[in-house]
Structure formats: structure tokens, C-alpha cells
């Protein structure tokens, strides 16, 4: 019996919804770093299994106190996640509420799908009956279908997950080839690499003045060119990203390269500028042109 359906994983910033669907398709497909907030589109991610086909939409952190444009996009984005889908996931991090995941968990509200609870990072509390406490404390707030405790980093706990989810999802076909991990463009996927570098490299800095755009990807067999543009907010920030003789935005381009080539399984010449838009993640029409559209 084959089984395929959508399953919302939603949740507040950091928690590690990214880790866990990376871990159950098998392949990178949302970008992960230590930083909140993170994943700011909806991304569909696609495992394919002898079971059948887990269609996860993977959504940014639902968080609060952040008024740009921005902020509102991205919380947006997640909470219309979980309409018309077959399952939804509730992610939190094991012993730790506050109230980032109070507003995730009131987008359930009117939910019609079964939530299952997922506790993450079990693997870091040494007193498991403290989770089971913590795990009834959230029982009290919502009525969880089932509650799964796991590491999603290091795939502890994952596989009854996974089995759970293909028992609530209905009997179907396959939605896409097999071959397939997320419905997004290549081109995004670059974008998407080149900021985690971005993130990676400037952490404490500016990760959340930086966007980066795909101008140009040209495929010419043995060797792909591409060519980005990394947009910040002020030219004080771009000078942080390009550095002192270019050696900030170097490294980045070399550690860019490197996760593109692995991506696309073949050579990469990539070219990266660093360009200012004022204000562009307060800014409605801005962030439409720069990718940042509603899906729904």
C-alpha cells in the first residue's frame, strides 16, 4: 500500500526543523545554520522511501518582536503552512518554552490535520523523566496526536517517526518522480547555499541584512556559470561582506563553490558581487522583487 500526502513541520526559529527534514530526505534541501530564523521561504521537501512519498513543507521560525517587513513575511509564510495538509509536526527543543513557541503553537488553532509533537535535542538532557514532565506540561496546551522524543542532528529517534508519519498520510500514488527532493529551482538552491556561507561567515554581524540573488546560471555541460549579487542594507555592511583586499567575500566565494559543485555534481565558476538596497527587508515591493512572495 502505497502512501503519499503533506506533512507542515512548523515551530519556532532554531529548533531544528531544517535538521530534521534534511535527516529524513537524506540531502541538504533547506539550508541549516546555528542562527534563529534561518529558513525564511516555504520549501517543499520530497522523501521517497519504499513506504511511498513524505511531501515536508519545511517553514521559517514563527517568532515575535521583529517588526520589518520581513519578520511578517516569514510568519506569514509559516503559519498559512499548515492549511490543507495531511500532517502536521510540532517541533520544539526539549525543556525549553517560551513565548516564540506559544505563537507557533496558536497557528494550530484551527488546524483540521493531526499534530504530532516532536521534542528535539532529547540527547542533551540527562534526566529523561524530566521530558516526559515537559512532554505532559504541552499535552495540557494542545491535544497532541503522539508525541516523539529524538536528536534530529545526530538521527536519534527519527525512524518510529517516520513510520508514524506514512501511518497518518493516505493512500496515494507518488506525487513526483523518485528522483526528486524539493520542487524548488536550481537557481534557489544557489541562492540558498551562497547564504548559508554568508550566515556562516558573518553570524554576529549582519546575517539578517543580507539576501542574495541568482542574476544569471548558465549550464554549459562540463561547467556551470553563475553569477550572484548579494544585496545588504547599507555600504557600511557592504564593506563587512567584501573586506579588507576582497578576503571576506573570497572565502565565501570559495566555501560557495564548493557546497554548488556538490549540488550540481559538476564544476562551478562563480562570480559574486556585493551591491546596496536601502532598507530592503522593511520593504514590501522590494522584498517582491527580491523572491519574497506570498504562497498561498
Not at 495540557?140 to 534530529?152: C, G, H, I, P, R
Amino acid at each position: 500500500m502505497n502512501k503519499c500526502g503533506y506533512v507542515a513541520v512548523i515551530g519556532k526559529p532554531n529548533v531544528g526543523k531544517s535538521t530534521l527534514i534534511n535527516n529524513i530526505v537524506g540531502e541538504k534541501v533547506s539550508i541549516v545554520t546555528a542562527k534563529p530564523q534561518t529558513t525564511r521561504h516555504q520549501i517543499l521537501a520530497i522523501a521517497t522511501s519504499e513506504q511511498g512519498q513524505i511531501l515536508f513543507i519545511d517553514t521559517p521560525g514563527i517568532h515575535t518582536g521583529h517588526k520589518k517587513a520581513l519578520n511578517k513575511f516569514m510568519n506569514r509564510t509559516a503559519s498559512t503552512a499548515v492549511n490543507d495538509v495531511d500532517l502536521i509536526l510540532f517541533v520544539v527543543e526539549s525543556l525549553k518554552w517560551n513565548k516564540d513557541d506559544e505563537k507557533a503553537l496558536s497557528a494550530l488553532k484551527h488546524c483540521k490535520a493531526p499534530v504530532l509533537l516532536i521534542i528535539n535535542k532529547d540527547d542533551l538532557v540527562k534526566k529523561k523523566e524530566t521530558l516526559l514532565a515537559y512532554a505532559n506540561e504541552l499535552f495540557a496546551k494542545f491535544n497532541f496526536t503522539e508525541v516523539f522524543y529524538l536528536s534530529a542532528s545526530k538521527g536519534k529517534g527519527v525512524e518510529p517517526l517516520i513510520n508514524s508519519i506514512y501511518q497518518h498520510l493516505p493512500q496515494s500514488e507518488n506525487y513526483f518522480s523518485d528522483d526528486l527532493l524539493t520542487d524548488k529551482p536550481t537557481k534557489y538552491l544557489v541562492s540558498e547555499l551562497i547564504r548559508e556561507q554568508l550566515m556562516l561567515r558573518f553570524h554576529q554581524e549582519l546575517p539578517y541584512s543580507l539576501t542574495v540573488e541568482v542574476e544569471s546560471f548558465k549550464d554549459q555541460g562540463n561547467i556551470v556559470h553563475i553569477h550572484s549579487v548579494i544585496w545588504v542594507e547599507r555600504p557600511i555592511q557592504k564593506n563587512m561582506v567584501i573586506g579588507k583586499q576582497g578576503a571576506s567575500l573570497k572565502h565565501v566565494g570559495i566555501q560557495s563553490r564548493k557546497e554548488i559543485e556538490d549540488l550540481l555534481g559538476k564544476k562551478v565558476n562563480l562570480k559574486l558581487w556585493v551591491k546596496v538596497k536601502s532598507a530592503w527587508a522593511d520593504n514590501d515591493k522590494l522584498l517582491q522583487q527580491l523572491g519574497y512572495k506570498d504562497e498561498y
